[in-house]
């Protein structure tokens, strides 16, 4: 099995950034081998440290909403992968586009349909700091972008809509994730999940059973490319629109607390009968 688990909101506490609350259950994972891989808006940099506090360094991981893949050592295939990898042994893939073209377009976006938003890009440390609870250090790592820009909106919902649909016109996505708009390109975490689930398949020539944890918008692809979907409640308003026939477990709690209640139902539903299938 492979976890895929969106980090703010869902393993990590939307506010407080804790995930005590699951400490247990990721280590009764890792005792149990199976692969936890977070799936997140964060940028490579909050990851390579995230990982090691979480205790998930030999994993892959999806970052910036599926614009930055990371693959460790046994990720890696001889024949796939021709890029150099960095100096720690990791080869990062960055499917789409730059940030810093994405950035100039939104630049023009602004000026043509003369609508009001704020990117990650044009904000200080200390805003980023207030609005999101980060640390100078963490909020450091947000603001080195490679691949989405987050941003704040500042205009309507008709603006809004314009907007996203010139993105689109331009081969650009806007997703929602807790407190930012999240703007890429042609990338969702979904797609990204699909890669890693065929880049295993392709290493181990079979096919894992996956299991997927999100809470926001941008986590709907990700739910939709998992055979377990479990979607925790979110501390936020935003509407969660899944396709119906995918079967949900959705927690009655939120953060680290709605995680390991929808783990805990899997290991219940899926682990624990197989195992005794297996007998
Ligand atoms: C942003 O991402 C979250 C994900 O849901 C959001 O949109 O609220 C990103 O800037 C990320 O890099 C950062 O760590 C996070 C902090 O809350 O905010
Ligand atoms: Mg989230
Ligand atoms: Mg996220």
């Not at 377009?105 to 043509?112: D, H, K, S």
Request: hydrophobic share 40%; glycine share 8%.
């Amino acid at each position: 099995w492979l976890v895929f688990t969106d980090l703010d909101g869902t393993l990590l506490d939307h506010d407080s950034y804790t995930w005590q609350p699951a400490a247990a259950w990721l280590s009764r994972l890792a005792e149990a081998d199976v692969t936890v891989i977070p799936t997140t808006s964060k940028t490579r940099e909050e990851l390579l440290s995230l990982r090691d506090e979480l205790g998930l360094t030999a994993t892959p991981f999806i970052a910036e909403n599926g614009a930055v893949i990371g693959l460790p050592a046994r990720w890696q295939h001889a024949r796939l992968d021709r890029d150099p990898s960095a100096p720690d042994g990791l080869i990062v893939k960055t499917p789409s586009l730059d940030i810093g073209f994405i950035r100039r377009r939104l630049a023009v976006l602004r000026e043509r349909l003369d609508v009001r938003f704020r990117g990650m890009g044009d904000l200080s440390l200390d805003t980023v700091c207030e609005l999101t609870a980060l640390s100078a250090d963490k909020a450091r790592q947000a603001l080195a972008r490679e691949g989405s820009e987050p941003l704040l909106w500042d205009d309507d919902e008709s603006a809004l809509e314009r907007f996203r649909h010139a993105l689109e016109s331009d081969g650009l996505r806007l997703t929602r994730g807790g407190r930012f708009w999240h703007v890429m390109g042609a990338v969702d975490k979904g797609q990204s999940v699909r890669w890693l689930i065929d880049r295993y398949a392709a290493l181990r020539g079979t096919r894992p059973a996956s299991v997927g944890l999100g809470d926001g918008p941008n986590d709907v692809s990700l739910l939709e490319a998992v055979d377990h979907p479990i979607l925790v409640r979110g501390k936020h308003a935003a509407v969660i629109d899944v396709a119906p026939k995918v079967a949900l477990y959705r927690t009655r709690q939120t953060g680290p607390e709605g995680w390991a209640e929808g783990i805990a139902d899997w290991w219940q539903t899926c682990m624990e009968t197989s195992s005794m299938d297996n007998t």
